[in-house]
């Protein structure tokens, strides 16, 4: 089952308005700003193309065609499959439109098919019929500061998989309520055009979509070291990361 990432905070670098970059150990005045950071630019343009993909979902003209496909396939870079998988993947699509399947019985479906798991691939096919699932990621992984420990028989790797999955759904739903989250999506729906079409979770996976870092830290130490410094009356702090 999910682990978390970090055990403590020390070796997370701060840094101010300035640019000017400290290491956190035990000093605890430095100042903080509620609301994690994205990029407005890369957000507002990956929302016209992720609605124009969810526009087709429910269009009997559009849903899986040709078009739909290349703009999915773009989009969420699905690439490099061969002609075969593409065909099953879309299939399994249509059959997850159709008859509502779980995320459990998509991986099933690819694993018979394909004979490959990818939750990646079968999480945005989930999310894409149902918006108010998010999509399985490294970075929605680090984000919540899960390791994964993948079992090799692939029953057990989609049983696990499914697990993961659920934990994803359910960290989303408890996170989407945390006071810097609140904060954030307070910002995103300033800034953000069309941020009014999407629902908190797809806020989420945007704000995670235009931060791609392999040492973003996990909300789960974001929300630690804000309570350790609001603790000594800290004010703001800008941003933060791992230490390599």
Known sequence: ?????FNDLSGFVV???????????????????????FDEKKINQGIVKYLEIQAMVYNPFKFCSEEFKKKFNG??????????????????????????LSFKEVLTIMWEKTHEIDASFCSKIIA???PSKPVWDKYVLQWLG???????????KIEYCSKIYDHINDEYRKHIYDGNVIETFKHFNSVIKHAEELNPIKKIDFILWSNRSDRT???LEYNRLL??????????????????
């Open 1 to 5: 089952m999910p682990v978390n990432r």
């Open 75 to 100: 989009f969420y870079r699905v690439r490099q499959k061969t002609p075969k998988w593409y065909e099953h993947f879309y299939n399994t699509f249509e059959q997850c439109k159709d008859k509502k």
């Open 227 to 244: 309570d350790r410094l609001k603790e000594k009356d800290a004010k703001m702090i800008l941003f933060f990361k791992k230490q390599k």
């Open 15 to 37: 840094t101010d308005k300035k640019g000017n970059k400290s290491v956190f150990k035990n000093d605890l005045s430095v100042e903080y700003e509620e609301h994690l950071k």
């Open 217 to 219: 830290v996990s909300i």
């Open 146 to 156: 899960i390791i994964l420990d993948m079992p090799k028989n692939p029953k057990e």
């Open 128 to 130: 894409t019929i149902d």
